[in-house]
């Protein structure tokens, strides 16, 4: 045999695209080649396969050796065609024969090569695995990437921890025998408890309504009143992952920078970028589209402190996937598209110096200079949230350690929030915080002293149409949170007592 055809798959974004790995001998001065838009690291295979071959016990073949991936218009990158260019190589040699029951084209072959003949783990395997179980493969992987693989239900997966350890899955030598998922994954996430947190019973009612409805969240304060505290505490009130939410948050973290990690399985995404990130931190990006924070929060929290130290421009980078719930990176040869379903939890200072308001008189902010400060949030950013609760400094004696819990505990509370999402899931299949304008239409209609109500303080205050509904997004879920069956006055009034900056400057 002179050429061998394996399987092996792409990462592009989320994606897996096949890739056809064809190795052929010729006769002709000793060499190899690698086609089909390879980069840098692929091309550096040369290296690898052939020191990996030779020691283990292999020949290199005296001949001419031509490896094409493709398709050819599709750029390659990273060490994962290693092991199915090396598997080419022995089978266009002869070197290696594949047992009669073995149907190589269902196999696929993922992970890189050491010179010793290891194999490595690579990142994005769980995009890889979902593809091969909608193809209907088998996946091939290193020890390192069983326990990512096995998370995809329905897909028979294959460890080989070296060249020779390969040898024999294919010759047949050894029982093929599928990976199990490690039991030690289903261990139950725990998080911070909201009781840690004393007094801010009003912030711990917008973490609720926010946990409840999808609802974003921004916190004013001064400094050490108990934001960033807050704001641990929300993924543990939010309602646990599905399979297909835990599969999606694992899959995006397996091709980020990180990759996946085991532990994280099933635990709501929790993202504190610095003030100093660009918004390409936040977006996403390079010459190989990565996720960036936005997309690492899908189906969770993305907790901006210091919400106007960020740049503006960073910040404006929020607006769409707030909306869409989706990133989409273009490039001149390619576009990747990331989920970013997230959570925006955001706290500022009220002033520049974070004290204005406070009782002892520190704050020596002037007028202008707060209204510059607050300015840095743009308007329509500011539209976009939900709710806007102040978190004043707690008082000496709530703090006092000898003193009981003053609020309710987490289990407590999220169960609260399960109850009424299930609710919202009944009535529309999501949260409240993603119905569309007609959704608001049909879901969200307040009783006459409601409605009454809503247009006096948008009157007064000069909401937005988007304020508008948001307002009545809002005032659904109090409403769903005290099993009501429709939306009345007080729940509107509530809804409108958390539009602090609305207030401020209406």
């Known amino acids: 045999m002179n050429l061998a055809t394996i399987r092996a798959r792409a990462c592009v974004g989320i994606a897996a695209p096949s890739v056809r790995v064809e190795v052929h001998l010729s006769p002709g001065l000793p060499g190899l080649a690698i086609v089909g838009l390879p980069e840098a690291a692929v091309r550096e295979a040369r290296e690898r396969i052939r020191s990996a071959l030779i020691n283990t016990g292999f020949e290199w ?3 001419r050796v031509t490896i094409n991936l493709a398709p050819a218009d599709l750029p390659k990158e990273g060490g994962r065609y290693d092991l199915a260019m090396a598997l080419g190589v022995l089978l266009a040699s002869g070197q290696l024969r594949p047992a009669r029951d073995l149907d190589l084209d269902r196999l696929e072959f993922l992970g890189e090569l050491s010179l010793s003949g290891e194999l490595h783990g690579v990142r994005g395997i769980l995009p890889a695995a979902i593809a091969a179980r909608n193809a209907h493969r088998i996946l091939v992987v290193p020890p390192a990437n069983v ?3 096995t998370r995809v239900k329905g897909l028979d997966v294959f460890a080989a921890a070296d060249l020779p350890g390969l040898a024999r899955l294919v010759g047949g030598q050894c029982e093929r025998k599928p990976a199990r998922c490690p039991e030690t994954e289903t261990t139950s996430v725990s ?3 909201l009781a840690d947190v004393r007094g801010q019973a009003r912030a711990k009612r917008a973490l609720e309504l926010a946990a409840a409805g999808g609802h974003s969240v921004l916190m004013l304060g001064p400094p050490g009143s108990g934001k960033s505290m807050l704001a641990e505490r929300l993924p543990g009130l939010l309602p646990p992952l599905t399979e297909e939410q835990a ?3 694992a899959t995006i973290a397996s091709v980020s920078t990180d990759g996946f990690q085991l532990e994280d399985w099933g635990r709501r995404p929790y993202r504190t970028p610095h003030h100093s990130a660009s918004a390409a931190a936040l977006v996403g990006g390079g ?11 899908h189906h969770g929290v993305l907790f901006l402190d210091e919400l106007p130290e960020f740049e503006r421009r960073v910040l404006e980078v929020l607006r769409e996937p707030l909306e869409s719930g989706r990133i989409v990176i273009s490039r001149a040869a390619r576009q990747a ?6 959570q925006l939890v955001a706290a500022m200072n009220p002033c520049p110096c974070g004290y204005l308001g406070e009782p002892e008189g520190r704050c020596r902010c002037s007028s202008e200079q707060v209204a510059r400060y607050r300015n840095r ?3 329509p950013l500011l539209d976009r949230i939900d709710l806007h609760v102040e978190v004043p400094r707690p008082d000496a004696k709530t703090l006092d350690p000898d003193l009981p819990p003053d609020g309710e505990t987490t289990p407590i509370v999220s169960a609260r929030v399960f109850a009424a999402r299930e609710q919202m899931l009944k009535r529309a299949g999501k949260p409240n915080a993603a119905l569309t304008v007609a959704d608001v239409n049909r879901h969200c209609r307040p009783d006459g002293a409601g409605r009454s109500l809503l247009e006096q303080a948008s009157n007064r205050l000069g909401l937005s149409a988007r304020a508008y509904h948001r307002i009545l997004k809002l005032a659904r879920t109090i409403a769903d949170l005290e099993a009501s069956p429709g939306i009345v006055s007080g729940h509107v009034a509530e809804a409108i007592g958390f539009r602090v900056l609305d207030r401020r400057t209406g």
């Not at 598209?337 to 997230?342: D, L, V």
């Open 61 to 63: 073949p005296a001949r």
């Open 287 to 297: 010459s190989h589209p990565r996720p960036g924070e936005i997309s690492l929060a």
């Open 337 to 342: 598209e990331f989920p970013a379903s997230f």
């Open 191 to 193: 998080y911070p408890d």
């Open 377 to 379: 949030v743009s308007g």
């Open 147 to 149: 326990a990512e693989a």
């Open 247 to 249: 599969i999606e948050t």
